[in-house]
């Protein structure tokens, strides 16, 4: 079955830095499209943070990331990557990994001093 595990979520302060993985099986992972999504506190609705073409290519970033998160893939580990740098309080949530129409468990990120 089709199976998304992310992971790499913790506490961090303001500035500072984390790197999600999520780690793809079940499907074809090098024909799909990617996402990260993130679900605040209190939100009901997950934003699309960045999206990443099955051959590597950026189609996305929300508006509040970009200069800061890096979306990238490996192909031959079948896993999404999402580099977080300069992060922020806001930047708070549970992360998701998002392909071939399912969604993985999520990793919680805290930025807090």
């Known amino acids: 079955q089709v199976q998304l595990v992310e992971s790499g979520g913790g506490l961090v302060q303001p500035g500072g830095s984390l790197r999600l993985s999520c780690a793809a099986s079940g499907f074809t992972f090098s024909r799909n499209t990617m996402h990260w999504y993130r679900q605040a506190p209190g939100e009901k609705v997950r934003e699309l943070v960045g999206q990443i073409s099955s051959s590597g290519e950026v189609l996305h970033y929300a508006d509040s990331v970009k200069g800061r998160f890096t979306i990238s893939r490996d192909n031959e580990k079948n896993t999404v990557y999402l580099q977080m740098n300069s992060l922020k309080s806001e930047d708070t949530a549970v992360y998701f990994c998002?392909?071939?129409?399912?969604w993985g468990q999520g990793t919680q990120v805290t930025v807090s001093s």
């Open positions: 998002r392909g071939y129409g399912q």
